[in-house]
Structures are given as structure tokens and as C-alpha cells.
């Protein structure tokens, strides 16, 4: 059964929570915690999206944002932090 699309807030503020694909960690050291946080940040600016807070546990995330662009800035960020954590660990396929 396919997910449901997520509704349109009228003010556009979200709490996304992305998980690692069967529970799987996400972060395994430090510097990956620092490379999620980093690309968040980059793609930020280019999304127009503003970060109210965030929590990052070891196989998933939450995040408290507004966004007038919420689906593109959610796949650069997935998917950016998803191709560098596959060449960093020598993995192929979904991470999320």
C-alpha cells in the first residue's frame, strides 16, 4: 500500500523524520552526525527553508522546518547525505 502524500500546512512549517531503512543506523561516527548537519545547512539557502530545531538519533532524525519547497529540499538532503554515506562506507542502494 503506497504512502500517503504528506498535506499542505497552511503556514508551511513541517516535522519530517527521516529513518534508516530497517531500523539501520544512519550515523555510524562523529563526522557523519557533522556531514548530515553541513548539507542541511547548504541546502537551506538554496530552498529557501528555515530550521526551527532539529534531533539527530543514531538511525533517525527528526526535523522542525518551514518550507514553501519542502519535497526538493527533502530530497537534496536525502539523497545528497544518502551519496556520500555510500562512497564513505563502500555501500550501494537506499539508506531511508
Not at 3 to 20: D, F, N, P, T, W
Not at 51 to 78: A, E, F, P, Q, W
Request: overall charge positive.
Amino acid at each position: 500500500m503506497p504512502r500517503q502524500s504528506r498535506a499542505k500546512s497552511e503556514c508551511s512549517i513541517y516535522h519530517v523524520m527521516l529513518r534508516g531503512i530497517n531500523r539501520q543506523s544512519i550515523f555510524v561516527d562523529s563526522v557523519d552526525y557533522r556531514k548530515f548537519l553541513e548539507l542541511a545547512e547548504e541546502y537551506k539557502k538554496l530552498t529557501n527553508t528555515f530550521i526551527y530545531g532539529y534531533c539527530l538519533m543514531k538511525n533517525h532524525v527528526h526535523i522542525l522546518l518551514k518550507s514553501y519547497d519542502l519535497s526538493t529540499y527533502m530530497r537534496r538532503l536525502g539523497s545528497g547525505y544518502v551519496l556520500w554515506f555510500n562512497r564513505k562506507y563502500n555501500r550501494i542502494g537506499g539508506l531511508f
